[in-house]
């Protein structure tokens, strides 16, 4: 079975020395790391039994690197994944795979980490999320050799487990703050940071498949994508809406409402300056789309 492991630092603190320190506690006998990737603000490893030997998938673009690490994918079809991703975006991981997997994909352009992690489960990947750091790995020590030393067990989590047996309840790690990644999820961690996805088996609509390819944001999944990235290149609340027919407003209306209904319609209301629901109200068309994007934007750069 291969090993992944790497993080986001955006105190930019870690450099070689963490590729050495948890490719050792991974047991690569710190000869892993000079096959991965290492920035001031990334690192990415990996180690297995892939065509490609121990090296990340690599493709450079004008704009920026996408480098790519799993276990359970093959060198061949990593490349036509970081193809598909750069034409399609994220929607494109989790349809492409089969079978059992995780995998850490760096978009230097953007500036994401995003884990994804197959169905099944039967993969393992854990993470940790701190003040500054992001870090995750095949295997949890691989996480702790970044931590600091003093790190210890999470008694809460070690009594569940113990009250529990013999029942099969085990906790999803017994140290502090360290995470099993939930099975069937994808999650982009950015300078705003994170959002999550759920895999679809959906196939990407294509000419050839029936489907309508338009760039029109039809589910969650594309909708937040588009909010996020407009919001990267503006770097101020800015939702550009492809022009669409009224039953194609409609459908995106009712996204809108349902992802701001999972925030706090008080914050959403301070932000309006009037109830958040009231201000919606007042327009219409695409002026209520734009508002209602920029207001989901808005929330997220309150939140930084």
Request: hydrophobic share 35%; glycine share 10%.
């Amino acid at each position: 079975m291969g090993q992944i492991g790497g993080w986001m630092d955006r105190g930019g603190g870690l450099l070689g020395d963490g590729m050495i320190r948890m490719s050792r506690a991974l047991g690569w006998n710190g000869a892993g790391w000079q096959e991965g990737y290492c920035t001031t603000a990334f690192g990415l490893l990996e180690q297995g039994k892939r065509a490609c030997g121990r090296r990340p998938v690599y493709r450079a673009t004008p704009f920026g690197n996408l480098i790519l690490v799993a276990d359970g994918i093959t060198e061949g079809e990593g490349e036509a994944l970081l193809e598909a991703y750069q034409k399609r975006g994220i929607s494109s991981l989790a349809r492409m795979l089969q079978g059992s997997f995780a995998l850490a994909l760096l978009d230097e352009m953007r500036g994401e980490l995003i884990l994804s992690r197959s169905r099944d489960g039967k993969t393992p990947l854990y993470y940790r999320e701190e003040r500054y750091r992001l870090s995750f790995s095949s295997q949890i020590k691989g996480i702790l050799a970044l931590s600091d030393p003093s790190d210890s067990v999470d008694q809460n989590a070690l009594q569940a487990y113990l009250h529990a047996f013999p029942q099969k309840a085990e906790p999803t790690s017994l140290y502090s703050g360290v995470l099993e990644f939930p099975s069937g999820q994808t999650t982009v961690w950015n300078r705003l940071g994170r959002v999550t996805v759920a895999q679809s088996k959906e196939q990407i609509p294509t000419k050839e498949n029936g489907g309508n390819p338009c760039v029109i944001p039809d589910s969650r999944e594309m909708l937040l994508r588009q909010l996020y990235e407009n919001l990267m290149v503006h770097d101020t609340p800015f939702f550009e809406i492809p022009s669409c027919k009224k039953k194609e407003q409609r459908q995106m209306e009712a996204l809108l409402w349902a992802i701001l209904a999972e925030h706090d319609p008080v914050k959403l209301s301070d932000l309006c300056g009037k109830s958040y629901e009231q201000r919606i109200k007042e327009l219409s068309g695409t002026e209520r789309l734009r508002f209602m994007g920029m207001l989901y934007q808005a929330n997220l750069l309150c939140r930084q």
